[in-house]
């Protein structure tokens, strides 16, 4: 069970690597990727099986905050891949920085 949730925990990360990676990416022409949508997707799904696994264990406050700030990014992604015309620079600075404030959350949240 160890080597699964370490397998879905590096999923995890690189989906959001992929996100923010997306989201810089993008600020060269104001363009969000299409790997910045499937990355959130993939953060999103292996967050939740994580949790899963987790179970009774888990901090539920700061998974509640992780998940709110993942469904955020999720809807900025989608409403960026739907009108591209209302990607600036802006847009993909708040989703990188959304991303960066959700890993710091899983890093430094004890």
């Known amino acids: 069970m160890d080597t699964l949730q370490g397998i879905l925990v590096v999923l995890h990360l690189l989906g959001w690597a992929m996100v923010f990676g997306g989201a810089l990416a993008g600020m060269k022409g104001t363009k969000l990727t299409d790997g910045a ?17 987790l179970g009774a264990d888990a901090n539920h406050v700061k998974i509640g ?46």
């Open 37 to 53: 949508f499937h990355g959130i997707l993939t953060a999103l799904v292996t967050g939740i099986v994580l949790t899963g696994l």
């Open 65 to 110: 905050v992780k998940l709110v700030v993942a469904l955020v990014v999720t809807a900025l992604v989608v409403v960026g891949r739907r009108r591209p015309e209302k990607v600036t620079r802006g847009f993909l600075g708040a989703v990188a920085g959304l991303v960066v404030l959700n890993v710091a959350i899983a890093v430094l949240w004890r």
